[in-house]
C-alpha cells in the first residue's frame, strides 16, 4: 500500500517509520513553519528514516499519488486537507470540522450544547487587568488560565485546593503575564479527569477507548505542562456508560455527517455530573501511538486503510498501555539516541532523524520520544514502559517515573479506582 502522512511538527513521524518498516511505500508530506529560530532544527527532522516533500508540491503532485491512503496528523493545512476530500481521495483526520473542534473554543460549545455536553463556566478577557478585577469580585472561586494560543505550558492551574487560595494565587500569577493572546478563565471542577474516544466508519461507532493522562514534565505533578508526561489507554465498550455519558451523547451528530475519524471528549466525571473540557479531533496525541503500539493486534497499514475504506473491525487487546514522555533537558541538535536491538515497536520517535546509520536528535522539539509498554494492570503497563525507557539512551535524558504510583493528584490509578467507584469502568 501507499501512505501519504500529511505533517507540520512531525507528530506521525513514528507511523510513518512504522508503515515503513511494514513494507509499504511511505511519505512525509510536510508543512513549513515560520518560527525563523526553529526552521534548520525543523527541517532536520525525519532525514534518513523516511522520504520527505513539502506538502505544497506533494498536493501539486496529487493525482499520481490517487491510489494512496492520506494520513493528516494534528489539524493543519484545512484547504489542502479539503481540496483532497472533495476530488475523492481517501484521507483519514484533519478536516475542517476537526480543526474547528479544537481551535473554535465558542464554535465548538454551541455544537456540543443541544446534546447535553456542557463546559465549566468560564470567562473570555483580552487585557490581564480586567482579568484580576474580576478575580476580585469572586474571591471564592478557583479559575484555571487558558490562553487561546499559545504553548501547552502557557495553560495553568492553581496548586491550592481551597476555592479563595486557588482564586489568590491566580490573581499572582496573572500579575507576572506579560504579551499574552485573548484568554478565558475556566471555573475549576473537582471530580476525575478523562479522555474518551470513540472510532466512526461513515458515522458509526465501531471502538472506544478511554486514556488516563499526567501532564506536568516533574514527578509528583510539579513541572511545567507537558502536552502529556504519561499516559494509560484501555479499551471500554462503545455502549458502556463511560462512553454514553460523554462522546455516546454525540452519536446523532456523528451519524449526521458520515463521519469517519476519531471523536473524543476531554471530561471531569464529578459528584454533579460531568463537566465537557476540551475536543481534540486531533490524530497523533499520545494515546494513539499508545493503542496502535501497545493494544493493536492488527498491523498499522490494516488499520489505517480499513477505517478510510469502511471494512475496519477493531482487535485489540484487553489490558493496559502506558506510554513515557522522553525528554532533553534543553533542546539541542546532534545528540545521539541509543535504542537497543529489537526495542524498536516500543518506541514512537517525535525529535529524530538518522545519519551514517545513527538516531540523532534535531534539536526541533525537548520531546525525543515516547516509550511504551503492555501490562494486564496499570501497574505492570507502567513498569514495561519505564524498563523500556530506561534502556533508551541520549544525552540530557529526563521522564517521569512515577506513574503507578498514588501520592499526587493526577495519579492514574486513583482515578482509575475513583472511576470504576462511579460506574465508569
Known amino acids: 500500500m501507499r501512505f501519504v502522512i500529511a505533517t507540520q511538527h512531525y507528530a506521525g513521524l513514528g507511523f510513518a517509520i512504522r508503515l515503513k518498516a511494514e513494507g509499504h511505500d511511505v511519505l512525509l508530506a510536510v508543512r513549513s513553519i515560520d518560527d525563523r529560530r526553529l526552521v534548520d532544527?525543523?527541517?532536520?527532522?525525519?532525514?534518513?528514516?523516511?522520504?520527505?516533500?513539502?506538502?505544497?508540491?506533494?498536493?501539486?503532485?496529487?493525482?499520481?499519488?490517487?491510489?494512496?491512503?492520506?494520513?493528516?496528523?494534528?489539524?493543519?493545512?484545512?484547504?489542502?486537507?479539503?481540496?483532497?476530500?472533495?476530488?475523492?481521495?481517501?484521507?483519514?483526520?484533519?478536516?475542517?470540522?476537526?480543526?474547528?473542534?479544537?481551535?473554535?473554543?465558542?464554535?465548538?460549545?454551541?455544537?456540543?450544547?443541544?446534546?447535553?455536553?456542557?463546559?465549566?463556566?468560564?470567562?473570555?478577557?483580552?487585557?490581564?487587568?480586567?482579568?484580576?478585577?474580576?478575580?476580585?469580585?469572586?474571591?471564592?472561586?478557583?479559575?484555571?488560565?487558558?490562553?487561546?494560543?499559545?504553548?501547552?505550558?502557557?495553560?495553568?492551574?492553581?496548586?491550592?485546593?481551597?476555592?479563595?487560595?486557588?482564586?489568590?494565587?491566580?490573581?499572582?500569577?496573572?500579575?507576572?503575564?506579560?504579551?499574552?493572546?485573548?484568554?478565558?478563565?475556566?471555573?475549576?471542577?473537582?471530580?476525575?479527569?478523562?479522555?474518551?474516544?470513540?472510532?466512526?466508519?461513515?458515522?458509526?461507532?465501531?471502538?472506544?477507548?478511554?486514556?488516563?493522562?499526567?501532564?506536568?514534565?516533574?514527578?509528583?505533578?510539579?513541572?511545567?505542562?507537558?502536552?502529556?508526561?504519561?499516559?494509560?489507554?484501555?479499551?471500554?465498550?462503545?455502549?458502556?456508560?463511560a462512553v454514553r455519558e460523554t462522546v455516546g451523547r454525540l452519536f446523532p451528530m456523528y451519524a449526521e455527517m458520515q463521519y469517519t475519524g476519531f471523536g473524543d471528549a476531554n471530561v471531569i466525571a464529578s459528584r454533579d455530573g460531568i463537566w465537557f473540557l476540551e475536543k481534540c479531533e486531533r490524530f497523533g496525541y499520545n494515546a494513539h501511538p499508545n493503542v496502535l503500539w501497545t493494544l493493536n493486534r492488527s498491523t498499522l497499514a490494516t488499520t489505517f486503510a480499513s477505517l478510510i475504506d469502511g471494512d475496519f473491525q477493531p482487535d485489540f487487546s484487553p489490558g493496559f498501555g502506558a506510554t513515557c514522555t522522553m525528554y532533553m533537558d534543553h533542546r539541542a541538535d546532534g545528540k545521539a539516541i541509543h535504542v537497543p536491538d529489537g526495542m524498536d515497536r516500543q518506541v514512537y520517535l517525535y525529535d529524530a532523524r538518522c545519519e551514517d546509520g545513527q538516531l540523532k536528535t534535531c534539536g526541533y522539539y525537548d520531546d525525543v520520544l515516547l516509550a511504551t509498554g503492555f501490562g494486564y494492570t496499570m501497574a505492570e503497563a507502567w513498569e514495561a514502559a519505564l524498563a523500556n525507557a530506561r534502556a533508551i539512551r541520549f544525552p540530557g535524558r529526563s521522564f517521569r517515573i512515577d506513574g503507578a504510583g498514588t501520592d499526587y493528584p493526577s495519579s492514574p490509578i486513583r482515578r482509575y479506582e475513583a472511576l470504576q467507584a462511579m460506574g465508569f469502568v
Not at 136 to 165: C, I, M, Y
Not at 169 to 185: G, K, N, Q
Not at 205 to 218: C, D, Q, V, Y
Open 41 to 241: 532544527a525543523h527541517a532536520r527532522v525525519g532525514d534518513g528514516l523516511v522520504p520527505k516533500r513539502p506538502l505544497g508540491d506533494v498536493l501539486g503532485d496529487r493525482e499520481s499519488l490517487r491510489d494512496a491512503y492520506w494520513i493528516w496528523d494534528e489539524n493543519h493545512s484545512v484547504e489542502a486537507n479539503e481540496i483532497l476530500r472533495a476530488e475523492g481521495f481517501k484521507v483519514l483526520g484533519g478536516s475542517r470540522y476537526c480543526d474547528t473542534m479544537e481551535h473554535d473554543r465558542d464554535a465548538c460549545l454551541a455544537r456540543l450544547a443541544p446534546y447535553g455536553l456542557h463546559a465549566p463556566p468560564s470567562h473570555a478577557f483580552d487585557r490581564v487587568d480586567d482579568a484580576r478585577a474580576f478575580l476580585e469580585q469572586n474571591p471564592d472561586t478557583a479559575f484555571v488560565f487558558k490562553p487561546d494560543r499559545g504553548e501547552t505550558f502557557e495553560t495553568w492551574l492553581p496548586q491550592s485546593e481551597v476555592g479563595r487560595d486557588a482564586n489568590l494565587e491566580l490573581r499572582h500569577h496573572l500579575a507576572s503575564v506579560r504579551d499574552t493572546s485573548p484568554f478565558i478563565l475556566q471555573e475549576r471542577k473537582d471530580g476525575v479527569e478523562a479522555n474518551l474516544e470513540v472510532w466512526f466508519v461513515r458515522g458509526e461507532p465501531r471502538f472506544a477507548f478511554m486514556t488516563l493522562e499526567s501532564k506536568p514534565r516533574l514527578a509528583g505533578d510539579l513541572g511545567d505542562l507537558a502536552s502529556c508526561a504519561f499516559d494509560f489507554a484501555f479499551v471500554v465498550p462503545v455502549d458502556g456508560k
